[in-house]
């Protein structure tokens, strides 16, 4: 979950515009899956990466791109949208009609299964970032689902737990995780933590801690 950018006018330039995820036919970098914009936002989506354009107008114009590897995902990973949006998208590369794409459907959620074996995740946008549902199945490790922080010099946790990215155009607070864990009996919440791991020459992979334990035969979902 996010709380908030510390930006000036970047709230305002969003104005109530979603975010909907639209396949790549071409009509971007081949390296994305699905691709999805709107103003001073540009994401592409693959099961090998996220990777995130923002942008803000303050006294000049301000750009930043962050990207998040997943580290060893398994390359049979599936990725499919979910929840269709209205209309369709357009466009255009040239004037012929191979150059051009039509009627392209967009969604308002992905979801990427087998990420890694037993770990699925449904991706969707929440102002002024991307939100994360992590599905860990029973046959699912949690020690695998790691993504390596790419576009920042500084990630760090606070007191409470939040994880804090600095860049460019401001501090991104992303709010503590939630996790909890599916029974018949309904949702059984789990204590969840942020977990940064640091590599060689600087580098920094982020995961998940669940401090108290769990049940192993149990599904669980942890919001981020």
Known sequence: MVRNWNLTNHAAAYGKQIVLFVPNL???DPSFSFVAQKFGFYVGISTKLISLNLCS?????SDQNLTWYFVDARAEAKMEGLERGTGTFHYYRGTGLSSQLTNLPSYRKLWCRELWEGIDVIIQEKEPTLTYD???????????LQMLYGGTEVIRLNEQGDLLIQTALGLM?????????????GNVPIACNYRILFGPEGSRTLGFELPDGY???LDIVIKA
């Open 26 to 28: 071409g009509q971007a």
């Open 57 to 61: 107008q303050n006294d000049q114009w």
């Open 134 to 144: 992590w599905h860990i199945h029973p046959s699912g490790r949690l020690e695998h």
């Open 173 to 185: 607070t992303r709010l503590k995780p939630v996790a909890y864990q599916i029974t018949n009996e």
């Open 215 to 217: 049940d192993t035969n």
